[in-house]
């Protein structure tokens, strides 16, 4: 009797998980997630999580919205999910990061004109660093001797970070390689003007399903499970696969010729 009650339970428990619709939320950041021209959310990670969400057996809908708000969101509600949250130290212990789903390393880009003597990150001091305010790089550039009051400009959206740049009221801007030529496009400018200047790898650069704390470990560890299955069973490298075609119709090669879609570091 003992047993069946217990199976009975199991079964319940799953039906549950199974009837729960997550809410998997994000920024509108080409081209891992974005609107496309029919209006509807396209996209590499939107079909990863398509593809985990399936594998898992789950229920989920997907928004767009403002970066703030998608945090927002994540903190405050329990079936809510971020599908490509910069990992890093200060948030491991806000929120459960159940595992990574891209490698993007980050830049510093400046003008082709100009030239730059940069060894290591000290030597950008020497030069007007920009970001985005709020963001981690934000508030690495702080942590590793950058300032505002001398070397540190934090622009409150993309379209003034580089229209600085290109009217040299900037040197360089710190981003990763996959999303500037949009965002360039964008601001009405040349990408073709722009280039790497120093590749920042020891910031931290795994993009991750990240969830509310209170979600229930049984979904946690179901997506979890069906994240590490479909890169095992090559249907994540498949999607990686598909969005190189997509990559090249939506951005100058130049930019993105030393960016490499490949599974994300320490999965295994």
């Known amino acids: 009797m003992k047993k069946w009650w217990l199976l009975i339970v199991g079964l319940s428990m799953c039906a549950s998980l199974q009837a729960q619709t997550l809410r998997f939320v994000a920024e509108d950041l080409p081209p891992y997630h974005y609107h496309n021209s029919s209006g509807k959310i396209d996209g590499m990670l939107v079909d990863v999580v398509k593809a985990v969400v399936d594998a898992a057996n789950l229920q989920a809908e997907i928004e767009l919205m403002p970066m703030a708000r998608a945090v927002h969101e994540l903190s405050h509600n329990s079936n809510t999910l971020m599908f490509s ?7 491991e212990g806000d929120f459960k990061f159940l595992g990574a789903t891209f490698h993007a390393t980050a830049y ?25 305010r709020g963001y981690h790089s934000a508030r690495y ?19 003034s970070l580089w ?19 949009k965002e360039i496009r964008d601001s009405g400018l040349d990408p073709s003007l722009v280039e790497e ?15 509310n704390k209170k979600l229930p470990l049984e979904i946690a560890t179901a997506l979890t499970v069906a994240l590490k299955s479909i890169k095992k069973n090559g249907e994540y490298e498949a999607i990686l696969k598909k969005m190189e075609t997509r990559i090249t119709s939506l951005y100058d090669v130049n930019l993105i010729n030393n960016i490499q879609l490949t599974l994300p570091h320490g999965q295994f």
Do not use: C, W
């Open 141 to 159: 550039l702080l942590e590793n001797g950058f300032s505002e009051e001398e070397n540190l400009v934090l622009a409150t959206e993309f379209h």
């Open 85 to 91: 949250l910069l990992k890093t130290h200060d948030r």
């Open 163 to 181: 229209q600085m740049l290109y009217l040299q009221r900037t040197d360089l801007v710190m981003t990763n390689a996959l999303t500037i030529d």
């Open 108 to 132: 510093l880009f400046g003008l082709k004109a100009k030239t730059f003597a940069l060894n290591n990150l000290e030597d950008a001091q020497n030069y007007r660093v920009s970001t985005i």
């Open 197 to 211: 200047k120093f590749a920042v790898h020891d910031f931290p650069s795994e993009l991750h399903i990240a969830a």
